[in-house]
Structures are given as C-alpha cells and as structure tokens.
Nanobody
Framework: VQLQASGGGLVQAGGSLRLSCTTSGRTFSGFAVGWFRQTPGKEREFLTGIAWNGGRTYYADSVKGRFTISRDNAKSTVYLQMISLKPEDTAVYYC?????????????????WGQGTLVTVSS
C-alpha cells in the first residue's frame, strides 16, 4: 500500500490550496488518516485527522478554523482544504494512515506514509 500526497505549490499569504491523499493497492475505507507537516530541523507536526468512516475529525489549534479535512472512501481520497494561508504554513505536508479506530496525534502511531508535497506561502 502506498500513499500519494499531491496539490502543494506556491501561494500568496491569504490564499488557499487543497491537498489530496490517495492510495494505490488498497482501499482507504478502514483507515484513519492524518495530515502532518514538517520544516527543516523540526519534528513532524500533527495537523488534523479523520476517522475511518469520516464520522470524527480532530484539529490542532494551529490550524483550527483554517484547515478542513474530509474523505471520499469511494475515491480512496482524503482531502485537506487550507484557507487563509500564512507564511508560517510553509512546509512539506504529509498524509499518513493507520488502522486505529481512534485518531492518533503522533507520527509514531501511523503505519503508512506518503512522500510529501511542498506548500510554500509567500508574504
């Protein structure tokens, strides 16, 4: 099973982007999915997660109200809609999946990772 994150790019402050996380080889439907980001020299930061059936979500305070996670299990895709982007949102964004029924908030609790997509927010 491989995850693929896409949709990153360069955007001006205040702008928006939508990231996608897709999977090949297996359906997403039984997995909780989280989004993380990382900048050089820092640990991977948990941003948001969604339960396997989309019934529950969780957001870190740093993105609450600006980022929205959603999923379409029929398309095996999880989305991260980002609005009101700030220069400090610049990072490589990763999606990750786990078979947990909960929404883990640490990188170590996720089993599957995508390769990351770069988001750059200019001031």
């Amino acid at each position: 099973v491989q995850l693929q994150a896409s949709g990153g790019g360069l955007v001006q402050a205040g702008g928006s982007l939508r990231l996608s996380c897709t999977t090949s080889g297996r359906t997403f439907s039984g997995f909780a999915v989280g989004w993380f980001r990382q900048t050089p020299g820092k640990e991977r930061e948990f941003l948001t997660g969604i339960a396997w059936n989309g019934g529950r979500t969780y957001y870190a305070d740093s993105v609450k109200g600006r980022f929205t996670i959603s999923r379409d299990n029929a398309k095996s895709t999880v989305y991260l809609q980002m609005i009101s982007l700030k220069p400090e949102d610049t990072a490589v964004y990763y999606c990750a999946a786990t078979g947990s029924l909960l929404i883990p908030r640490t990188a170590a609790e996720y089993d599957l990772w995508g390769q990351g997509t770069l988001v750059t927010v200019s001031s």
